[in-house]
């Protein structure tokens, strides 16, 4: 209801806003240059973008250029470290770590509207009109939020995606609702697709176009899932679907459908359903609701335009607007970036897989650790920046598990006492378990910020993967079949990373290896 009352009264939140812009009109909104930020402060990401300084949430417009440039637009309150007042940011990366802030690139018209999300897609054959003399020219479709209704417009670039002219003809589709939006399109075959939020009505709408101008409602799909109290920033995608077997030509399709507020843990969540697309109609497979994450900070996710790759928010609009990175001149990070697959894993049906994208550009020198982690414990591991650590577990099989057998890793800090400790439960008594825990913090508590999480499996993990980035702690279980992201406020900086492992069988093996985080930012 919190952020029902929000969004139905956002003429409420933008008058505010309207206020302090007028009380502070001394500090306009920059155009044409980036805006500087610091990124000094103890909490902030080493490799997980955030925003020069202001306010960040959802990831927009995501493309990848013909040079290999990757485009990171995102939801953006340059004015205050709350949400409000929004715009699209924006960065580029050569390898979706490396980020370089580039100027605002889209502006809402006057200080009542708000540029809120949506996507953006290259238009190569100029279906749009648009493009007189390249094969480059990005598009973006966004929704305009203003004081009565949110309607989808459209914007054109003509110098790859750094600054947008808005189309003449706009709005492209107006259906007189304060409570639509967040279009993400795509091509299929002959025409492009968007998806777009009934948010109040559980509903996704699916639309098609020949030039991203003229859209015709096509279906719906209603009412699946877990409805939470909105439907938001639904994603549309054809992804490769890798048998353990072997890995097939075969594609899938899944559609993403965040909630908020309402998600099982609270707050926000996404959510994803793989099926069949034929261009205009979604058909999930089953009946089953699956979550993309058992984290509480992974929030409306987007795929880059023809690319299976993705990054999601990592906040929760529970506490996004209190969490004390506020001290540091901004707030919200991104997750890492996931090169994603489907499996067919059998009785439980597809499943997302959402690996870590190749880290390698980010590990700086590899730390000391021993390489069999079984029985024995690897404490004391320091670093500075960040940590990043993997490990391959090897199991005997037709084994009863001890009742303690387990897998742990902690972080901590050098004087304050507080970790983040998480881990994995072997036992055959109860399913194979992975485990967060970042109750031992003490930069920042709220009734909303829960301690604990976890996720069982059929079968024993494989492979963890986990990093953790200031205050940004993500874990990948069998290279992102199962993945927990968590945002967390140490009074003091993490230093040291502990990892052991106790009453595993005879016959097991862990292979263990960490790397120090680069700092991109220095
Ligand atoms: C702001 O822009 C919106 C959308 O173009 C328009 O409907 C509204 O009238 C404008 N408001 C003011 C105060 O100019
Ligand atoms: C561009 O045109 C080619 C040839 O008709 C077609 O195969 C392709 O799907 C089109 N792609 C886009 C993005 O318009
Ligand atoms: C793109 O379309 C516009 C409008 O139809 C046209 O004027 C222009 O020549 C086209 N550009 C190219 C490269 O085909
Ligand atoms: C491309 O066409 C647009 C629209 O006509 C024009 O504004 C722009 O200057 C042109 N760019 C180049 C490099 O010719
Ligand atoms: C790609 O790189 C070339 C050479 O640096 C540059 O001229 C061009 O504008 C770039 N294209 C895009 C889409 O950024
Ligand atoms: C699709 O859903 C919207 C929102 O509930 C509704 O207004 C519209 O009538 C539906 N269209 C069809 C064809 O069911
Ligand atoms: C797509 O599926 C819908 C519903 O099953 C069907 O009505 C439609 O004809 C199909 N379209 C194509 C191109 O197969
Ligand atoms: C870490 O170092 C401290 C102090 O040297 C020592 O007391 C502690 O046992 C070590 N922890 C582990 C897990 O090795
Ligand atoms: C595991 O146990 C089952 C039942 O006893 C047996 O059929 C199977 O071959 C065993 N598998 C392995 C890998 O030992
Ligand atoms: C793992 O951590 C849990 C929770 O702190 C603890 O109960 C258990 O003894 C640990 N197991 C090992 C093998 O370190
Ligand atoms: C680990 O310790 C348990 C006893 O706690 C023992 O039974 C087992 O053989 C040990 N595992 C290995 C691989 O040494
Ligand atoms: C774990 O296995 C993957 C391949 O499956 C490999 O790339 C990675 O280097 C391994 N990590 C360790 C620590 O052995």
Redesign the pocket.
């Known amino acids: 209801m919190w952020t029902r009352s929000l969004l139905l009264s956002s003429a409420a939140l933008f008058s505010l806003d309207w206020v302090s812009a007028q009380s502070s009109s001394a500090a306009p909104v920059p155009t044409g240059v980036p805006i500087q930020g610091d990124y000094t402060g103890p909490l902030r990401p080493r490799v997980h973008y955030s925003p020069p300084k202001g306010f960040m949430n959802d990831p927009n417009g995501l493309f990848k250029d013909n040079n290999g440039t990757w485009h990171l637009y995102y939801q953006y309150n340059p004015t205050d470290v709350v949400a409000g007042n929004q715009h699209w940011g924006h960065a580029t990366s050569p390898d979706l770590y490396d980020w370089t802030n580039q100027p605002i690139a889209l502006f809402p018209p006057n200080s009542s509207t708000g540029v809120f999300s949506g996507s953006a897609v290259v238009d190569s054959n100029n279906t749009s009109g648009f493009f007189q003399n390249t094969t480059e020219g990005v598009v973006a479709i966004y929704t305009l939020n203003t004081p009565t209704k949110q309607v989808q417009e459209i914007a054109y670039s003509y110098d790859g995606g750094y600054t947008f002219t808005p189309y003449s003809g706009n709005p492209v589709i107006d259906v007189g609702s304060n409570q639509f939006r967040d279009p993400k399109v795509i091509w299929y075959d002959d025409h492009w697709v968007m998806v777009i939020a009934y948010a109040a009505e559980y509903v996704i709408g699916i639309y098609t176009s020949p030039n991203l101008k003229d859209w015709t409602h096509a279906s719906n799909v209603s009412h699946v899932g877990f409805l939470g109290i909105q439907y938001e920033c639904p994603n549309l995608v054809k992804l490769p679907v890798k048998n353990s077997s072997s890995d097939t030509a075969e594609d899938g399709w899944v559609l993403t459908i965040s909630i908020n507020p309402g998600a099982p843990l609270g707050g926000s969540i996404t959510q994803y359903f793989p099926g069949t697309f034929n261009g205009t109609h979604f058909n999930p497979y089953d009946g089953a609701t699956r979550l993309s994450n058992f984290g509480k900070d992974d929030y409306a996710g987007q795929f880059f335009y023809d690319e299976p790759v993705s990054i999601g928010w990592a906040s929760n609009w529970e506490y996004t607007n209190i969490v004390p990175t506020a001290s540091e001149g901004w707030r919200s990070s991104m997750t890492l970036p996931r090169n994603n697959y489907l499996v067919d894993s059998g009785a439980r049906g597809y499943q997302l897989v959402q690996e870590i994208y190749d880290v390698s550009p980010v590990l700086s020198n590899q730390l000391n650790t021993s390489n069999n982690l079984v029985n024995s414990t690897v404490g004391n591991i320091t670093f500075n920046n960040g940590v990043y650590f993997?490990?391959?577990i090897t199991l005997p099989s037709n084994v009863t598990f001890a009742a303690t057998a387990a897998i742990n890793f902690t972080v901590s800090t050098s004087s304050s006492r507080e970790s983040v400790r998480g881990g994995y439960i072997l036992s055959s008594s109860t399913p194979y378990t992975i485990w967060l825990d970042r109750g031992q913090t003490n930069g920042f508590d709220s009734p909303f910020f829960t301690d604990k999480f976890s996720e069982s499996q059929l079968r024993p993990a494989k492979?963890i993967q986990g990093m953790i980035d200031r205050s940004v702690f993500e874990v990948y279980v069998d290279n992102g079949a199962v993945v927990g992201t968590m945002d967390v406020y140490p009074a003091e900086p993490f230093t040291t990373l502990s990892v052991g492992s106790g009453d595993l069988p005879g016959g097991s093996e862990i292979?263990?290896?960490a790397w120090e985080l680069k700092d991109v930012w220095t």
């Open positions: 993997d490990m391959n492979r292979s263990f290896a």
